[in-house]
């Protein structure tokens, strides 16, 4: 936080400047109900928490400050920070960390639209995961051999296969499973799937690989083909979120795999 505060604290000033100059005629004052940080103390603070849980998110939200820097500065593991569970030691802590971060005051309408945005992320988040999981159950649902995440060892790395069959055993059919959201994703994901292809390749050279990939631009759906253009990849088939496209690509990935249920 030391080390951008100068950078942080100019753009700030910056943009405060413009939305300012920009939006001039649109601009009024406002009675709003602001939270007063500067006159809270960490005890105080760390009451709030405990009493209201809700509140945390926002708060680590307006400190900048996520769950992992909780983990890894006070030992607190697994901190679900919207729905936390904390004693009144461990609530304490955490809000002694916060407060040197927050700011003097906030508008209450602020904290709250910090924890939609944050809230939003996590959900859309969330239907990624979602997303991966229904393509898996698809590939069990379809296929004569069973699918699960399996892990290969290159160089002494581990890799990951969101889909492999058999569930153990020397790995025979692989499946990276791959959402691609935006045009300038495309090289680096690409670079991914033909990377792990050739690593599987490496290490089990009888078995087949494919991808299966969400990327919501269908007309460029030739190029990430041309991309994944080789003899380490057997299989390229795209899907969208609903249940019968993922079913279709997959049944078709299966079929060139010749593993697919009659």
């Not at 461990?90 to 945005?117: E, G, H, I, N």
């Not at 007309?219 to 390229?236: F, M, P, T, W, Y």
Request: hydrophobic share 45%.
């Amino acid at each position: 936080m030391a080390r951008v505060r100068a950078v942080t604290e100019a753009r700030a000033r910056e943009v405060e400047g413009a939305l300012r100059a920009a939006f001039s005629a649109t601009i009024r004052r406002e009675e709003v109900e602001v939270i007063v940080f500067s006159d809270i103390a960490p005890e105080t603070l760390a009451e709030a928490i405990v009493k209201h849980p809700l509140v945390l998110k926002p708060l680590l939200a307006a400190a900048n400050v996520a769950a992992r820097a909780i983990e890894r500065d006070l030992s607190i593991k697994n901190l679900d920070t919207y729905k936390p569970k904390l004693t009144r030691d461990q609530a304490l802590m955490v809000a002694a960390y916060l407060k040197p971060f927050l700011p003097p005051a906030v508008p209450l309408p602020t904290l709250s639209y910090l924890d939609r945005a944050e809230f939003i992320d996590k959900e859309i988040r969330k239907g990624k995961g979602h997303w991966e999981k229904l393509v898996l159950d698809a590939l069990n649902r379809l296929s004569t051999v069973p699918f699960r995440k399996r892990t290969i060892t290159w160089k002494g790395d581990r890799y990951e296969l969101d889909g492999a069959a058999p569930a153990t055993g020397a790995i025979q059919y692989a499946v990276d499973i791959k959402r691609i959201e935006a045009r300038r994703d495309i090289h680096k994901r690409s670079d991914e799937i033909v990377n792990k292809a050739a690593r599987l390749a490496s290490v089990r050279s009888a078995a087949k690989f494919g991808a299966l990939i969400y990327y919501p631009f269908i007309q460029e759906h030739g190029n990430i083909r041309d991309r994944l253009r080789s003899e380490k990849i057997a299989a390229v088939q795209f899907a969208s979120e609903s249940d019968e496209s993922i079913t279709s690509a997959v049944g078709l990935l299966l079929a060139t795999f010749g593993v697919r249920k009659q």
